[in-house]
Nanobody
């Protein structure tokens, strides 16, 4: 059973930084697209950033220039470096991975709270 394990969330002041990590365990399947999504209270889950196998990336307009997504294929891990955090970045962040020959998987979610 492939599982995604997230880490790195927490409480940070506006303007601060956090780095999220998400690792896929026990997989022999190739991982295609990796991404981060977030869901704030009372809102729908939204795309934050995705990175494809070749390294191409796509970001939500709200995080462009502040967040950086990266991946380490050898470790089946995706990262999200979040800089210049704003109050409106507060949400539960979920990682997502798309595999070859396997249904997509979601992480358990990690809380990011931006507050002064």
């Amino acid at each position: 059973q492939v599982q995604l394990v997230e880490s790195g969330g927490g409480l940070v002041q506006p303007g601060g930084s956090l780095r999220l990590s998400c690792a896929a365990s026990r997989t022999f399947f190739s991982i295609n697209r990796m991404g981060w999504y977030r869901q704030a209270p009372g809102k729908q889950r939204e795309l934050v950033a995705v990175i494809n196998t070749g390294g191409s990336t796509n970001y939500a307009d709200s995080v462009k220039g502040r967040f950086i997504i990266s991946r380490t294929n050898a470790k089946n891990t995706v990262y999200l470096q979040m800089n210049s955090l704003k109050l409106e970045d507060t949400a539960v962040y979920y990682c997502n991975m798309e595999f070859s020959g396997l249904a997509p998987r979601w992480g358990q979610g990690t809380q990011v709270t931006v507050s002064s």
